[in-house]
């Protein structure tokens, strides 16, 4: 059950990626790049 959770937050984390990816506005943080290793994911933005 713990390791599904984890998942689905990984798959939310993903998800957001794709949306932060498409978005350009000046008054939304802007997103560069996303860095995967096992267990975490590190989003470079500015």
Partial sequence: MQLL???QRWDDVEREICILR???HRNIVA???AVK???QRIL???
Avoid: E, F
């Fill in 22 to 24: 498409a978005l350009q």
């Fill in 31 to 33: 997103y560069h790049a």
């Fill in 5 to 7: 959770r984890k998942q």
């Fill in 37 to 39: 290793t096992a267990d």
């Fill in 44 to 46: 470079i933005m500015q």
